[in-house]
């Protein structure tokens, strides 16, 4: 018997005895009548015998039995084909009849093949309604074989059944189906841009009773092709359902990922806000709530109830823990951290970045680290490494780069930057050269290529690339061991191959190589997302917005939304505002425009003062003032090094016309929003997260329209960058703020003018208003929601840097608000030890070995933030010593006399000025014990990494602070 499904010219004799052969090896009796056999033992068998046997194969073998075995379906093939093959001239196998089971025994043998020719010699006379039984039996066979020799005949057929489409057709969910398996299998881009034409015809007719059946596979297939618009249509239909599907949850909850991960909005956090309270026990949907949440501002304890109760054994709620104990981690609540990461453990759902994290927050417990620190174990940190498991077949073509990042760029290293930067080059080209030969790369493979690349470029001492332009002068040797300037070089270099990486994987034949579960439009469009980010954080954006163009056309319409929001970035970070401003006025219309989406340039305090034509005068001003503070190595030796302060000045510029949102943005008609010194930037991406702010880049931002706008006509003061209520951080409110309240305050500035505060600031710093005697008739409060327009406004500028004068002036308000004098400096008799017990950055591994020394030397262990700022004021002023590892409450320096000795622990890798200046300005001498970043720590950024002091050393150095030399 034939082997394969070729047809058969002549079944005759030979086919006949053979078939008699195996069912009697079978026991099963020859089908049909005896008549009938004996006509296949003659030399021409008639076509009506084969034909006949065929019906009588289809009836005694196949017909109404579920499990029939491979060699009857086989032998029926033969028999129908045979009969085909001789059918008289104006026959078809479609007019004549068993095509019907000749479709569904090729596709219970697994013949993909004859099957997707017969879709396609047929497509036109499927068309007609004489034959959608065939057509549909087709789509059927071929969806369940599914792969990429089904696509296109699947489509064929579509396109066939599609000219007589109606929403009410009986068999639209056959051919949902079908169009969800296209999108899975599809490995190139044409096939899913069919699949969107016909999303965009079905998505009006899912409300429809009779939808319920393909709204499934229907949202399988919008998500597939990262259809935006039809999954928000079909998100409203489900939640507009007043009876939902009980098992709808799960589509619910993939339309709604696809949103929130691809084009996050106003419509779209409405719409997961309505899921998560119809399903508050899916965690998809929760996650993506608290994503969304997360970017306005929420705090991780806003976020933590609906996601810890979630049920454990949910496939998904590893995910939505895994999210929970990052935000805790990076809010530093440990408690939250550890506890979630132990309900993680439990289910065996730690990976290493979470077993990472948990040995961070085991550091504050004096665990095993502490211990083999004791011993002189812990090991110091390496160079950044290139992980093989993580890049697959990429590490080959990528181990010429971890070569040169073998190299630590340290500031005595033997390599030059020059050397370092042209290595990065050659590297390049050569991997570039290499990944047209890796034909076999999925697209899941390059997507987590690119992230571990991209966490190496954010990690480690990588991470200090991102300090260039932070400080208006350069970063030494006498700031650490660590080169600016070297670490941008190696940083820059693998974004360099992120780019090439995504720009070869987006741009190949087959873009989609290893779905379904290897690739999807979305990991295609993450690819994009990711290299527009690396171009970004190298500057490049003009060769980002070109790289994006070349992508949507090779997308031919797909992903549009999603492009357009990655293309919204790079317009903002190129500061093409005007393009950027026609493209939101020609989409005016779309449904997320809510109350208008309005686009501003961005610039600093003087390119903003220019825009605006306004004039600054000068209210105070400090020279630079220079200073010197000592540095105690890793080996004990100490080493002295000058440093220049910056100078600052404190001007005021009146306005007209200011508007003022979010609480912390200024907005002119001419110079748009008022952007932040890169020092601050360092915080967090500005604007900072609230619900008005849609998008953002370092040129412009987009926010959505104000509603309507409060008039206030009163004179007011604004102060520039009120990041307060976001940052909420000690340093920057004292000496950056508060600082610059009491210099108006003092020099009458609030007599005429009430100033301007927002009501979301912290109960402390009520407090210190009050502290520095600022009435509360001279204040105009206001509230983040609130959308103001002032018509006599005086602008304080910005403050980046600690003033002598302004740190001066608050030094004896507060002295004085606290029962001291200001003019008696007299050099205290306290010791105090700063301890940051409630901290999971920075963490120091010896932590309560060296508060143990410094309290048996005398030092009390202080946690400033437990104290009132007028007792902190009492405190430090009396203070002759002050220790411990660098943190906020060293902003305490500013109360402390003359003559006090500091000193701060920290690692030799980097330190910023921040702390030397305020001893600078109170003539206080301040050191630096330099300590180690231990081991197996790489992939945090090495500002927040932990580390690991001498105890020897710092027993020496907390002497030095009691005693002197």
């Not at 696809?258 to 996650?287: C, M, N």
């Not at 549009?560 to 990655?566: Q, V």
Request: glycine share 8%; net charge negative.
């Amino acid at each position: 018997m034939s082997s394969t499904h070729a047809v058969v010219p002549a079944l005759g004799r030979l086919w006949f005895n053979e078939l008699s052969e195996r069912c009697a090896k079978e026991g099963v009796p020859l089908p049909g009548p005896e008549n009938l056999h004996q006509k296949f033992n003659q030399p021409e068998v008639p076509p009506a015998a084969r034909g006949k046997l065929a019906q009588v194969m289809h009836v005694e073998w196949v017909k109404g039995r579920a499990d029939v075995p491979a060699w009857q379906l086989q032998a029926l093939v033969e028999a129908i084909e045979a009969w085909w093959h001789l059918l008289p001239e104006g026959s078809t196998p479609l007019t004549a009849g068993l095509a019907p089971a000749w479709v569904r025994a090729q596709g219970s043998l697994g013949h993909i093949e004859p099957l997707a020719e017969a879709a396609l010699r047929w497509q036109e006379q499927l068309a007609s309604p004489d034959h959608e039984a065939v057509a549909l039996g087709l789509l059927r066979q071929l969806r369940r074989l599914k792969g990429e020799a089904s696509i296109g005949p699947s489509l064929a057929l579509i396109d066939a059944l599609g000219q007589r489409w109606q929403p009410e057709a009986s068999w639209t969910q056959e051919m949902v189906g079908t169009l969800a398996m296209v999108a899975r299998a599809a490995e190139t881009l044409p096939p899913l841009q069919r699949v969107a034409a016909w999303l965009d015809r079905l998505a009006p007719h899912a409300s429809r009773p009779d939808a319920r059946g393909w709204l499934a596979p229907l949202t399988a297939a919008a998500v597939r092709c990262a259809a935006l618009p039809v999954l928000r249509q079909l998100a409203e239909t489900m939640l507009d359902d007043e009876e939902p599907d009980p098992g709808g949850g799960f589509s619910l909850a993939a339309a709604l990922e696809t949103l929130g991960e691809l084009a996050p909005s106003p419509s779209v956090h409405a719409l997961v806000t309505r899921a998560a309270k119809l399903w508050p026990k899916q965690p998809s949907v929760q996650v993506e709530l608290a994503k969304l949440k997360r970017a306005e501002g929420a705090t991780v304890q806003q976020l933590a109830a609906p996601l810890l109760a979630l049920e454990a054994t949910h496939p998904a709620t590893p995910a939505a823990w895994q999210l929970l104990a990052e935000y805790a981690f990076h809010d530093g609540d440990i408690a939250l951290a550890k506890e979630t990461y132990q309900r993680l453990a439990e289910l065996g759902q730690l990976d290493e970045q979470s077993q990472l994290r948990l040995d961070h927050l085991s550091l504050h417990q004096g665990g095993t680290a502490a211990a083999a620190s004791a011993a002189g174990t812990l090991p110091e940190t390496g160079t950044p490494v290139l992980d093989p498991a993580q890049l697959g077949p990429l590490a080959e073509p990528l181990a010429a780069l971890g070569l040169v990042l073998a190299q630590a760029p340290r500031h005595d290293s033997p390599v030059s930057l020059a050397d370092t930067e042209a290595r990065c080059r050659q590297t390049l080209a050569a991997f570039e050269h290499m990944l047209p030969a890796l034909d076999g790369l999925t697209l899941a493979e390059a997507g987590q290529a690119a992230s571990h690349l991209w966490a190496l470029a954010n990690s480690g001492a990588l991470d200090l690339a991102h300090w260039e332009g932070v400080f208006p002068f350069e970063i030494g040797p006498a700031f650490g061991t660590l080169d600016g300037h070297r670490c941008r070089a190696q940083c820059q270099g693998v974004l360099q191959h992120l780019v090439a990486l995504c720009r070869h994987a987006v741009r190949r034949e087959r873009p989609l190589l290893g779905a379904p579960g290897d690739a999807s439009l979305a990991m295609l469009l993450d690819l994009l997302r990711q290299q527009l980010d690396a171009q970004l954080a190298m500057k490049q954006a003009d060769e980002a917005l070109a790289d994006l163009d070349d992508a949507a056309a090779r997308l031919g319409g797909l992903g549009h939304t999603a492009l357009a929001a990655l293309r919204e970035r790079a317009l903002l970070a190129a500061g093409r505002i005007d393009t950027l401003r026609a493209e939101l006025d020609a989409a005016h219309s779309g449904a997320d425009t809510q109350r208008g989406a309005e686009a501003w340039p961005m610039r600093e305090w003087d390119d903003w003062l220019r825009a605006e034509g306004l004039t600054a005068h000068p209210l105070l001003h400090d020279e630079p003032l220079v200073g010197q503070f000592d540095v105690v190595d890793t080996t004990g030796r100490v080493r002295s090094h000058a440093h220049e302060m910056v100078g600052t000045t404190l001007s005021l510029a009146r306005t007209t016309d200011l508007r003022v949102r979010n609480v912390h943005l200024l907005i002119g008609t001419q110079g748009g929003v008022l952007k932040p010194h890169p020092w601050h930037l360092q915080m967090g991406e500005f604007p900072y997260p609230h619900p008005n702010v849609l998008a953002r880049g370092a040129g412009g931002t987009v926010l959505r329209g104000a509603g309507l706008w409060k008039r206030l006509d009163e004179p007011l003061v604004v102060l520039a960058n009120m990041d307060a209520p976001f940052h909420r951080n000690y340093y920057h409110w004292m000496v950056l703020t508060l600082a610059r309240i009491q210099a108006l305050l003092s020099r009458g500035i609030l007599k005429t003018r009430k100033l301007l505060l927002p009501r979301e600031l912290t109960g402390w710093m009520l407090s210190s208003l009050h502290d520095i005697g600022l009435d509360e008739t001279r204040v105009r409060w206001y509230s983040a929601e609130d959308d103001l327009r002032l018509t006599d406004a005086v602008i304080a500028s910005p403050s980046e840097f600690a003033s002598a004068t302004m740190v001066e002036g608050l030094r004896r308000r507060l002295t004085q608000a606290a029962g001291l004098d200001p003019d008696a400096e007299t050099p205290g008799d306290r010791l105090i030890y700063l301890a940051r017990r409630g901290e999971t950055r920075r963490p120091m591994v010896e932590a309560e070995q060296v508060i143990n020394i410094a309290e048996a030397l005398g030092f009390e262990i202080v946690a400033a933030e437990t104290l009132s700022l007028l007792d902190q004021v009492r405190l430090f002023a009396s203070a002759r010593g002050i220790a411990g590892p660098p943190g906020a409450a060293f902003t305490n320096l500013m109360w402390a006399p003359p003559g006090a000795r500091v000193l701060t622990i920290f690692k030799q890798d980097i330190n910023g000025p921040t702390f030397f200046d305020l001893s600078f300005l109170r003539g206080q001498q301040h050191r630096w014990l330099q300590a180690r970043s231990i081991a197996g720590f790489e992939s945090v950024s090495i500002v927040t990494s932990p580390f690991s002091v001498d105890v020897d050393l710092a027993r020496r150095e907390l002497q030095w602070v009691r005693d002197g030399e």
